[in-house]
């Protein structure tokens, strides 16, 4: 079936692609391309690339962080438009949010329920990133979300930060240098970034209104005014997406390119097939592992992570790369994945030395072998962007169903 | 303001001005008060035989006001240096006298600071969560 409005916007998305071309990289090192994701070909693909990230300097450069480009543009229109690359792809997060140093467009602010603007403090484990909620046309490969509340990271108007907000964590993410990106594209399996608590609480420490002299107070923000996760608006091939990737041989590679795909049973290059089927929980995202013997109920698939988060006293851990393991020889180890569904599968992993790994290939930007404790969660398994390595992962939204399940769910 | 390395009998005054609820209960040589923040955030504080708080601890869908919950410590924390490639969802700070690990994603973090000094005898860290 046509989508009328994806034929509407063919040639902006067409644009996009181009511009995907000069930055994906050419062919992924390392590895094979698996599947057959033509990127040019259908209208539901975009390039991913793990890369060096946007501000790569000799020391300070992205490891398995994977990027893509989407296009902005002011509602309604099909002229003020801005093609921005080295957004990261969040399956940990939803929403999209942009770096008010890389957005040249100007974009209508959401004002919060006692007219002031609403903005939000988004909390990341490390940091926090404030800025005003913002609405937008995005359009990515040929799939449109139009009016999408998104976030404008570091808008120099709101510049006062709520204590409560600095107080998060340890440092403001707020240029693209300190987030690493020139965005985040969140496509996790809730449809809003906070969901119904936000849309009660006051207090929720998310979103605040500011007047205009930056005085911030915390607001409720209704469901429909949260920064959204866009997959579900757009008009087909919105039930979830799949990130697919190829194998990375040891120690790793420069780049890495693939294919973000939207949409599941919705065309014919995302069917489900015979994939492994984990529901999740619907408060969390959490499913459950089962590593050396003990089963970690707080388990999730992240592609926002860049290594392989877990407990296992007996790997020696790094000096300098503190919460990094650094193993003398690389462990090959293994886990089983269990869904809420009593679904299980086993991967296998491997733990290298973190400090040897990087130092010794400074330019690869992927690096497989990365894992790292979770020390403040002894439930907890982040299965970050190396396990997404040699897969086709797809992440199914909460209240949407594909063609063998329900979301949320991952399926690989 | 009860806080890491504070006295822990600021606590009621520090969970009415969050609008949180105390509850405390006794381990052998340490005592938690664990409160439930408006964000919906459970927060714990741990306090040793003499009442001082030598580890906090959080679990929720928002990462509590740190300035607040590491008091003196916040300033440490806030100017550690980060560990090379450590990455959005995890975050560790280890140093001779503080620790401070956060780690998890939107609606669900989890995280903890403590005092390695001032941990009370045969006190696991598995127990500081």
């Not at chain 1, 992993?349 to 403040?376: C, H, K, Q, R, W």
Request: proline share 5%; charged share 10%; with cysteine.
């Amino acid at each position: 079936m046509i989508n009328p409005r994806r034929t509407y916007w063919g040639g902006l998305a067409l644009t996009g692609l181009m511009v995907l071309g000069s930055c994906g990289g050419g062919d992924a090192p390392g590895g094979s391309s698996t599947g057959a994701t033509n990127v040019d070909a259908a209208s539901n693909v975009v390039a991913v690339v793990v890369d060096a990230g946007p501000t790569a300097t000799a020391t300070n450069s992205a490891v398995n962080t994977l990027y893509t480009t989407v296009t902005l543009c002011v509602p309604g229109s099909t002229t003020q438009c801005q093609t921005i690359d080295h957004i990261q792809v969040d399956t940990g997060s939803s929403g999209l949010r942009v770096l008010a140093q890389a957005l040249t467009l100007s974009l209508p602010l959401t004002l919060a329920s006692n007219g002031d603007n609403l903005l939000e403090c988004t909390q990341f484990a490390d940091g926090y990133s404030w800025g005003p909620v913002a609405t937008a046309d995005l359009q990515v490969s040929g799939e449109t979300a139009s009016q999408l509340p998104i976030q404008v990271i570091g808008d120099s108007a709101f510049a006062a930060v709520p204590l409560d907000c600095t107080g998060s964590g340890q440092t403001a993410e707020d240029t693209v240098a300190t987030f690493g990106a020139n965005g985040i594209l969140g496509i996790s399996t809730f449809e809003q970034d906070c969901g119904t608590t936000c849309a009660t609480n006051p207090a929720n420490g998310f979103y605040y209104s500011c007047t205009t002299n930056g005085y911030c107070v915390g607001i409720e923000a209704p469901v429909t005014s949260q920064v959204l996760n866009p997959v579900p608006l757009f008009a087909t091939d919105n039930n979830g997406t799949i990130i697919s990737l190829p194998a990375v041989s040891s120690p790793g590679a420069v780049t890495v390119t693939g294919s973000l795909i939207f949409g599941i049973d919705t065309e014919t290059n995302n069917a489900s097939g015979t994939q492994t089927l984990l529901t999740v929980d619907p408060v969390y995202g959490y499913f459950t592992t089962v590593f050396a013997g003990q089963s970690l109920s707080d388990s999730f698939l992240d592609s926002g992570s860049n290594g392989i988060f877990f407990n296992d006293g007996s790997i020696t851990q790094c000096t300098s790369f503190t919460g990094f393991y650094c193993p003398a020889a690389t462990q090959s180890l293994s886990a089983t994945l269990m869904g809420q569904n009593g679904v299980s599968t086993t991967a296998s992993f491997s733990v290298g030395n973190a400090e040897t790994l990087t130092n010794d290939n400074p330019t690869f930007a992927a690096i497989p072998a990365l894992a790292g404790t979770y020390s403040a969660d002894d439930q907890a398994f982040d299965w970050g962007l190396p396990f997404f390595f040699g897969r086709r992962v797809a992440t199914v939204i909460e209240n949407h169903s594909t063609a063998v399940g329900t979301g949320p769910y991952f399926a690989f | 303001m009860a806080a890491l390395g504070g006295s822990a009998a600021a606590i009621a005054g520090e969970a009415g001005q969050l609008k949180a609820s105390v509850k405390t209960t006794a381990h052998t040589n340490y005592r938690v008060h664990e409160m439930q923040l408006p964000s919906g955030t459970v927060l714990r504080e741990f306090a040793d035989a003499q009442g001082t708080v030598f580890a906090v601890a959080w679990s929720g869908p928002a990462i509590p006001n740190l300035r607040q919950a590491l008091g003196q410590y916040f300033d440490v924390y806030a100017n550690a240096t980060r560990t090379k490639h450590s990455g959005r969802s995890h975050l560790e700070i280890r140093q001779d006298a503080l620790v401070v690990q956060s780690s998890g994603h939107m609606r669900a973090f989890r995280g903890r600071a403590y005092l390695p000094r001032a941990l009370p005898p045969e006190t696991s860290l598995d127990e500081l969560r």
